[in-house]
């Protein structure tokens, strides 16, 4: 069997990850992995069972009974819930048992797909070290905060803009500053700012730079 193609998409909150991935793994034919999805379903589990996602042990088992049901709550991609799923995000034990998960999907992709795609904050540097392709997306504080503000708005969470950009900073700085895993670039991934890009554009980058990583 030939290795699956990886591409690993890093990047702090809202930096356009989700999307740029998506249509990368539709470009290519991979599969995708939203692993965001992963701490957030576990955040919203504690939430929802009257946890504290502070709370290392609790949160570590949350984590180790995930089932399928979990990652389809509705409540998936609220404000509350990202802020849950950071802070769950820094336990080593939820880390460890989102791993396997993450690198099983990542080197033998569902529905037999010859590559994959895994959009989060430590794909590059943690769960798939060997990536082929390692792609750190960015884009400025207020345009990300912008982004996150319509799609709040859009499926009418009543926000406002100066609160999402605060909430922004405090999980990228969550997401930064944890010892275990933390958000930064791997040495060898390719930066992509995204704050003057409409997603056409973005996906046409993230192209070039994979065609030009792949070259034989
Ligand atoms: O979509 P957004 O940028 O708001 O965040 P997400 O990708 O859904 O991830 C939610 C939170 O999960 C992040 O703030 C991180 O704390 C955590 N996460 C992580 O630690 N490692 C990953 N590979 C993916 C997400």
Known sequence: ??????????????AGKGTLARRLADKYGYAYLDTGSLYRAVGAKVL???????????????????ADSDLAAPDLRS??????????????????????YQQRFAHRPPGGKPGAVLDGRDIGTVVCPD??????????????????HKELMDKGESVTFERVLDDLRRRDEQDRAR??????????AHLLD???????????????????????
């Open 1 to 14: 069997m030939t290795a699956s193609v990886v591409i690993a998409v890093d990047g702090p909150v809202a």
């Open 179 to 188: 010892s275990t895993a933390p958000l930064k670039p791997a040495d060898d």
């Open 131 to 148: 990536a082929a392709v390692k792609l750190f997306v960015t884009a400025r504080d207020e345009v990300r905060a912008g982004r996150r």
């Open 79 to 100: 404000e509350a819930v990202g802020l849950a799923a950071s802070k769950v995000a820094v336990v080593p034990g939820v880390r460890a048992a989102l791993l396997d």
């Open 48 to 66: 929802r069972a009257g946890g504290d996602p502070a709370d290392a042990d609790f949160a570590a088992r949350m984590a180790e009974s995930l």
């Open 194 to 216: 995204t704050s003057d890009l409409a997603i056409e554009a973005a996906v046409t980058a993230a192209v070039d730079i994979i065609t030009a990583t792949l070259k034989p």
